[in-house]
């Protein structure tokens, strides 16, 4: 296997007493798995296949629950300073028939 890229978060306790993990994988799932296991206290070491993200630049909507688990890894500030919030989901079908809506403020 070639891996594009690694990177090492070491912790500052001495190397036998502190737990150690691999993340496979720098998508939201392993680079949330990996700050969290750093603070609690893990030598965590992330491995990504991908040299570059596929992400293709364009929106992305964040949901409640979503924006509940960055506001526990404290990074809920820094998305809200560059994104904007929705209030309002409109749901259709491709035809334009109208198929549900979302008051978001309430979620
Ligand atoms: C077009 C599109 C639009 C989307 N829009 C939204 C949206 O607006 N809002 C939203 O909440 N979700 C959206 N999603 C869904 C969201 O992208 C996924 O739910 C999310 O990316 C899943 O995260 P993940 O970390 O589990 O997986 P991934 O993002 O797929 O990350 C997995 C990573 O692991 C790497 N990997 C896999 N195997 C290995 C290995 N063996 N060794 C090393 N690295 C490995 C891959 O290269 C990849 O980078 C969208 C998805 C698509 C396709």
Redesign the pocket.
């Known amino acids: 296997?070639s891996?594009a890229a690694a990177v090492r978060l070491p912790h500052s306790q001495s190397m036998s007493s502190t737990p150690r993990a691999l993340v496979?994988?720098?998508?939201?799932?392993?680079?949330t798995a990996a700050k969290v296991l750093h603070e609690l206290g893990w030598e965590v070491d992330l491995?990504?296949?991908?040299a570059a993200?596929?992400a293709?630049p364009t929106?992305?909507?964040?949901?409640a629950n979503?924006m509940r688990a960055f506001a526990a890894l404290g990074a809920a500030e820094v998305l809200l300073s560059c994104g904007r919030v929705i209030e309002r989901l409109r749901m259709q079908s491709s035809d334009g028939t109208a198929a549900g809506a979302a008051d978001l403020a309430q979620v």
Not at 24 to 31: F, K, R, S, Y
Not at 47 to 50: A, F, L, S
């Open positions: 296997m891996l496979a994988g720098a998508g939201i799932a392993g680079l491995v990504e296949r991908q993200s596929g293709v929106g992305l909507f964040i949901p979503g």
